[in-house]
């Protein structure tokens, strides 16, 4: 397949492949086990520097204990901190869950706010972890940009930029509102099975052929490759079997102060 040659025909079809190897909406491929808005904020925060597994294993007893975004407002941090222990970073997640809560409850009636501008204003929020809630919770247009999206999206040469909030405006710029919250957990799902930070693997990459970033000898077209070569290794297959996807958002080091 000759590349695509502008920047815009290659989101395109990069999304257009994508859709395909990891079909679904935001909703479906989130991996965080999750009731509500309430709870996915309460998970993503807790998602930080720990996996969605981990994270699912957590989240029962916390909600068990706190099913009202006014109960989490009203616990005792060393309560929450004895649940959240093992999703690392403890004590500044509690921090965050519990000025979220209270924050939601005193300023938003007790209503997690569909708004951005709302979201990002709740300890521990930042525009990332607000764009997951968007996307997932609500059906609404938001791309989370964490450490794998915004390396692959440069890589394919989908933007130039390092900020992440300037990587959200350049993919957003290409594809159309509502597949922004898919394309974003698309992109980790390949940066996790596939496109790797220090080696990405690109003979398994069905994005190759048009990428900027692939090896010469790996930029072929699927129905180019060598007798027998597989499109698509294992994992991939698996994901496409149905195996839960990993990360839904990204995976910064939580700070007492600091949104995510």
């Given at each position: 397949m000759a590349r695509p040659r502008a920047v815009r025909?290659?989101?395109?079809?990069?999304?257009?492949?994508?859709?395909?190897?990891?079909?679904?909406?935001?909703?479906?491929?989130?991996?965080?086990?999750?009731?509500?808005?309430?709870?996915?904020?309460?998970?993503?925060?807790?998602s930080a520097q720990c996996t969605d597994a981990r994270v699912n294993l957590v989240t029962p007893e916390l909600f068990a204990r706190y099913p009202r975004v006014e109960d989490l407002a009203a616990a005792d941090p060393g309560a929450i901190e004895q649940i959240v222990r093992s999703t690392g970073f403890y004590r500044a997640k509690t921090t965050s869950l519990i000025g979220m809560a209270r924050g939601v409850v005193e300023r938003f009636g007790s209503v997690v706010p569909e708004a951005l501008e709302d979201l990002v204003t709740l300890p521990g929020v930042g525009r990332k972890t607000a764009n997951v809630v968007r996307s997932v919770a609500f059906g609404l247009p938001g791309l989370p940009v964490d450490t794998h999206v915004g390396r692959i999206a440069r890589r394919l040469g989908l933007t130039a930029e390092q900020d992440p909030v300037k990587v959200e405006a350049d993919l957003c710029a290409l594809l159309p509102p509502e597949r922004w919250g898919a394309f974003s957990i698309e992109l980790i799902l390949l940066g996790r099975q596939v496109c790797a930070a220090r080696r990405p693997r690109c003979g398994a990459c069905p994005l190759a052929d048009i990428c900027p970033s692939a090896t010469p000898s790996d930029q072929r077209a699927p129905d180019q490759r060598a007798p027998g070569q597989p499109v698509l290794d294992p994992i991939l297959r698996a994901s496409r079997r149905g195996a839960g996807p990993p990360s839904s958002d990204g995976r910064d080091q939580p700070r007492p102060g600091v949104p995510r």
């Open positions: 025909d290659r989101a395109r079809t990069v999304a257009r492949r994508l859709a395909r190897l990891y079909p679904g909406d935001a909703a479906s491929l989130c991996a965080l086990d999750h009731a509500g808005p309430y709870q996915l904020l309460a998970a993503t925060i807790l």
